[in-house]
């Protein structure tokens, strides 16, 4: 089997790394080209923590306060909708120049985005950052598939782990540092600089193959996954607060949902090039990797999501502080990326870690399950960072886990598709999760309340709304009840969660165990067992 041979250790000076002039890369171009690959990165990572600080100004500026929750949505839908398409294409036609499409987009509606005038242009122009969000983190994890070889590639983990860590940082304080000292729109303005940089840097030192065969591209196919996926996504928004889970309209887009990705299984099957290729799906890896991912996803982005609205709803926090209360998190996972990553490098094996991740997840859920109103601020953080470690453990184990196990031919297939699935599962597990939340909330707060008195428009139907100054203003018999109801409510959350935790730690022992390979295969043959 033809191979390029690479160093199998790339922070030596020399190692190798593919481009078109055959040209080896040294050691500082390799950490170059990661410098700008980390920055594209944390545009996408950014864009999800440093928007929802300055929602409430938008709103107060532009008006149309019945579309906010559009600010978010559009964006999700087009950069979920468009993910499995720039795996398709990265792999057809080259992944440098798809990249640096996304990075423009992005751009273009981030520039856009700061020149709304009114709710529906930011909305719309939202949707053209998300056509470029969706293909960053897809992109980033190809690319690095490309450049260093698998066995080296958890040497890096830390750097991923580290761009989620600095963005689960700063965006809710460059969120409220710009709202508060400059304007809104600077949420948006500040991906410009990032951007352009990472633009000049993959341009001059990033150098990667590109394919010029004439190659078929599935456009029906991407146009039924991004309708079904839409669907999904409209059905998690709207399900529950817009519409009632058993609407005719909530029940509708379920219906058209399936036929839909019926319509996609027929399609991709008779496709002469998928834009998913079903056969993917008899890779055990793959298939064992995209259930991991959806779990993951649904836990992460789901349960783990509403622990800023206790630290602002019981603790009083402002978004700001919330979001930094969350550091603990942060740093159990970079911590456990890091590790991890430093083991798999050398020993060459990484199934035990999903395994152990999921173990420690369980336990972090089940520990969070026991939040009070009085809890310390010390033991809630050792609770998010032993459930921070546990995903830490896991959450890039399972991209480099598909990245070793298909054919170089479909790296950006799978690798997008991973992405794409640990979205959907956030999607579906954020909807799921808010679902019981607000439920419980409903059912406890009148229990809670004394005799006679009503619950409050601020919790009315279970959904809490104001400010943590609104609510401490409350009647101090009201206010206490519903913080009570509230803790309540999450402590059924998180024990709802547990059981998917065992799911993964389940799911987890059928992934199988392949040699990672010391070499970036640059061919589309099939790989043999002993690569």
Known sequence: MAQTNYSSDPTKSGTLAPNNGGKPLTHRQILVVFSALMLGMLLAALDQTIVATALPTI??????????????????????????????????????????????????????????????????FRAIQGLGGGGL?????????????????????????????????????????????????????????IGIIALVVTSVVLKLPVNKNRHYIDFLGSALVAAAVTGILLITVWGGNTYAWTSSTILGLAVISVLLI???????????????????????????????GFVTGFLMFGAIIFLPEYQQVVR?????????????????????????????SRRGKYKVFPIIGSVVVTVGLYLMSTLKVDTTYTIQAAM??????????????????????????????????ISFFRTMGGAVGTSFFGSILVNRLAYNMPKLLPHGVAVPKSVANGAISGSPQVLNSLPPAIHSALLQAFVNSLHIMFLA??????VTLAVGF?????????????GTEKLSDSD
């Open 59 to 124: 709103v107060g500026d532009l008006g149309g306060l019945n579309h906010l929750s559009w600010v978010v949505t559009a964006y999700l839908l087009t950069s979920t909708a468009a993910t499995p398409l720039y795996g398709k294409i990265s792999d057809l036609f080259g992944r440098k120049a798809l990249f640096q499409i996304a990075i423009v987009l992005f751009l273009i509606g981030s520039a856009l985005s700061g020149l709304s005038q009114n709710m529906g242009e930011l909305i719309a």
């Open 137 to 193: 983190f897809a992109m980033v994890m190809a690319i690095i598939g490309d450049i260093v070889p698998a066995r080296d590639r958890g040497k890096y983990q830390g750097l991923i782990g580290a761009v989620f860590a600095a963005a689960s940082v700063l965006g809710p304080l460059a969120g409220g540092f710009f709202t508060d000292s400059l304007s809104w729109r600077w949420i948006f303005y500040v991906n410009l600089p």
């Open 262 to 292: 019926a319509a996609f299984i027929y399609v991709e099957f008779h496709s002469p090039d998928p834009v998913l290729p079903l056969s993917l799906f008899r890779n055990q890896i793959f298939s064992v990797s995209s259930i991991l």
């Open 316 to 344: 009083g926090a402002s978004a700001i502080k919330s979001g930094l209360m969350l550091i603990p998190l942060t740093v159990g996972v970079v911590l456990a990326s890091v590790g991890s990553g430093i083991l798999i």
């Open 384 to 417: 998010m960072f032993v459930t921070g470690f546990g995903i830490g453990l896991s959450m890039q184990v399972i991209v480099l886990a598909t990245q070793n196990g298909v054919e170089h031919k479909d790296l950006g297939t799978a690798t997008s598709a």
């Open 497 to 502: 969660a547990i059981p998917f935790a065992v």
């Open 510 to 522: 059928f992934l199988p165990e392949k040699p990672l390979r010391s070499v970036v295969n640059k």
